[in-house]
């Protein structure tokens, strides 16, 4: 079998080839993505969508949503501060402001949906049991903060 010119040209053309493929990834619109590199953020968070580049077979990107996230809890019971149960069903819509910050924290949609369960379920079951049913159906004196609700929203 003779090993010729042009088939080791061939063969380092392929390798090339597939280097510069998994040197490249593509970030979709409403994505946002970090590098890491043997499991550790590398750089910041990268927030435009397109093609970009990364070191090929040593880092890998993660991506995560930009846009808001819908938490949805299980309807519970709850007994208020006169003891009578009510039957309470919570939603929160939240979004991943800094990536690197919470590929840290929580590592993953999943992880932050449990934290979430366990923080707004505590929060809810708090409130709902420290207040008269009165006071949690009465909404005549609530009003919405509007500038206040949306200021921390890019």
């Keep these: 079998m003779k090993f010729t010119l042009k088939t080791a040209i061939i063969g380092i053309a392929v390798v090339i080839l597939i280097v510069i493929y998994s040197g490249l990834y593509t970030l ?14 590398v750089g910041e968070p990268i927030t435009e969508a397109g093609l970009h580049f990364k070191l090929p077979f040593v880092q890998e990107v993660r991506r995560f949503e930009k846009r808001l996230l819908v938490w949805d809890g299980d309807p519970n019971q709850i007994p208020t501060k006169g003891r009578e149960f009510i039957w309470v069903d919570t939603t929160a819509r939240w979004r991943i402001a800094d990536a690197k910050k919470f590929l840290e924290n929580v590592a993953s949609e999943e992880g932050a949906q ?3 369960n366990d923080i707004i379920d505590s929060v809810v079951r708090d409130q709902v049991s420290s207040s008269e049913l009165v006071e949690l159906v009465r909404s005549a004196s609530w009003e919405v903060p509007r500038d206040e609700a949306l200021k921390d929203i890019p």
């Design 28 to 41: 979709e619109e409403g994505l946002q993505g970090i590098v890491v590199q043997f499991g550790r953020p």
């Design 114 to 116: 449990s934290r979430l």
